[in-house]
């Protein structure tokens, strides 16, 4: 079974950026898309992006212009770069796996704060 273990989050002020990292236990090469999440407290966990194998990317409206999502086949890794950040932002930040097979991962989640 594969792990997904994401890191990078952390507090930081509105206008600020965070890297997070979605580090997979096999190769993302096995990945139909691989996207990141998030859940805010009282919300519904949301799609904020997603890249498929061959690298077209999808965006939420809300971090349109603000995040971008890349991947590192040699590093099996996903990141997530968060520029501009604002307090909506605040919220668990999962990493998420489709599998060509029909199989999905997700990360354990990490949180990022926004402060304003």
């Known amino acids: 079974q594969v792990q997904l273990v994401e890191s990078g989050g952390g507090l930081v002020q509105a206008g600020g950026s965070l890297r997070l990292s979605c580090a997979a236990s096999?190769?993302?090469?096995?990945?139909?898309?691989m996207g990141w999440y998030r859940q805010a407290p009282g919300k519904q966990r949301e799609l904020v992006t997603a890249?498929?194998?061959?690298?077209?990317?999808n965006y939420a409206e809300s971090v349109k212009g603000r995040f971008t999502i890349s991947k590192s086949n040699i590093k099996n890794t996903v990141y997530l770069q968060m520029n501009s950040l604002k307090p909506d932002d605040t919220a668990v930040y999962y990493c998420?796996?489709?599998?060509?097979?029909?199989?999905?991962?997700w990360g354990q989640g990490t949180l990022v704060t926004v402060s304003s």
């Open positions: 998420n796996g489709a599998f060509y097979s029909g199989e999905i991962a």
């Open positions: 096999k190769s993302i090469f096995s990945f139909r898309t």
């Open positions: 890249i498929t194998s061959g690298g077209s990317t």
